[in-house]
């Protein structure tokens, strides 16, 4: 795929999985953010344990404040599944609703807010470009190929690899999803983002045996000389954390000199190799929170969360590692809290609105993908 300005990025509704798209009613457009409140609050306190809602770490905060429970995207699935709430609305975005879907009971009904919370990223790994990339990958080895999908895919794809006797991983644990599958055969197909499968290579040793696999380029790379790598990483990317430079690094270094640098493994190699820890959104929370009072923390990754680090730990010094040039989540902003207030409303009367549903082959086959990366 073409390498895209990120910062100009804007929504392509060709990467939207569902096309069941609803609009905001007119009604719901214009409402003042105290009258928008007292109406969420309103509508919570109506439904009480019948609703749970999610707030992803990257979620501005007008939905947050409204959330049960703030985390990652898995995080927040299994606090679904946990949960006695008839309905889950997920202030995320699809694969996310998807992944809650998967492994909460059939009695809950999964909403999100706006259907055109659609990642990206998520979307640069399509079934039909897979299928294509597959057969062409395995007809060019005898060896075995897994796949392994990260969590920030379609239940499609993490279905995929189930079939392939692959499996799915997060972004703290890729490294043992890597050595699960050489355990289980010869080399690996990594999707969608080529950076955590770069910094998992690296971190494994394994750097000089990775090649990417661009299904855009029809003249790239041919499979005959990807299969002599053992592991093959997919042209994918977020458009978010891609943005992320050395030079931000550099310039916080010399406004910040006793900075702590801390990037998403999403990153770039070499800003994760010039930064001072890479992890995970919950390794970035918990550095913050563990942090002594004055400490300065430098965050390379969706600025929203940057913003929540800095109201929830007012005694360390919590900066944007690329100041007013980081870019918030272009899928996450689409739920807007208008639209809560809508889809809390309709539950109100009886109506569910945008609801996720995976279909059960898909649903069940996923579910073993991750159930593979829960035994490692």
Not at 160 to 173: D, H, P, R, Y
Not at 254 to 281: F, K, L, M, Q
Not at 298 to 310: C, F, K, P, S, V
């Amino acid at each position: 795929m073409p390498e895209m300005e990120t910062a100009a990025f804007e929504t392509d509704l060709s990467l939207f999985k569902y096309d069941n798209l609803e609009q905001l009613p007119p009604a719901y457009r214009d409402l003042e953010a105290a009258e928008r409140t007292e109406r969420i609050e309103s509508a919570l306190a109506e439904l009480g344990d019948d609703v749970v809602i999610l707030g992803h770490n990257y979620q501005r905060q007008e939905i947050v404040e409204h959330a049960d429970f703030i985390g990652d995207s898995y995080q927040l699935s299994k606090e679904a599944a946990q949960s006695d709430a008839d309905y889950v609305v997920f202030g995320g975005v699809t694969f996310m609703a998807e992944s809650a879907d998967i492994i909460t009971d059939d009695d809950q009904s999964v909403i999100l807010p706006s259907m055109e919370a659609s990642c990206p990223m998520a979307g640069m790994a399509e079934a039909l470009q897979v299928d294509a990339a597959w057969a062409e990958l395995t007809a060019a080895t005898d060896e075995e190929i897994i796949p392994i999908t990260y969590m920030n895919s379609y239940a499609d794809l993490k279905a995929f690899c189930a079939e392939q006797g692959g499996l799915v991983c997060t972004s703290s644990n890729a490294h043992k999803a890597f050595e699960y599958a050489f355990e289980k055969g010869d080399k690996v197909l990594f999707l969608p983002d080529k950076h955590l499968g770069e910094n998992t290579a690296h971190r494994l040793g394994m750097a000089d045996e990775t090649v990417e696999w661009d299904p855009w380029d029809v003249e790239g790379t041919d499979a005959a000389d990807a299969v002599e790598n053992d592991i093959i990483l997919w042209e994918g990317y977020c458009q978010v954390h891609e943005r992320f430079r050395e030079h931000h690094i550099e310039s916080i270094r010399e406004d910040y000199p006793d900075a702590n640098v801390i990037v998403h493994p999403e990153c770039r190699r070499e800003v994760v190799e010039a930064a001072d820890v890479a992890g995970s959104t919950s390794t970035i929370c918990e550095s913050v929170a563990e942090a002594d009072t004055g400490e300065t923390w430098a965050i390379g990754t969706e600025i929203h969360l940057t913003h929540h680090l800095q109201r929830w730990h007012p005694e360390v010094n919590v900066v944007p590692l690329c100041g007013d040039a980081c870019m918030d989540c272009n899928a996450m902003r689409q739920i807007d809290p208008n639209y809560l207030a809508w889809v809390l409303e309709e539950l109100v009367e009886g109506r569910e609105r945008n609801v996720i549903e995976v279909a059960p082959e898909e649903k069940e086959l996923a579910q073993v993908a991750m159930d593979r990366m829960l035994e490692i």
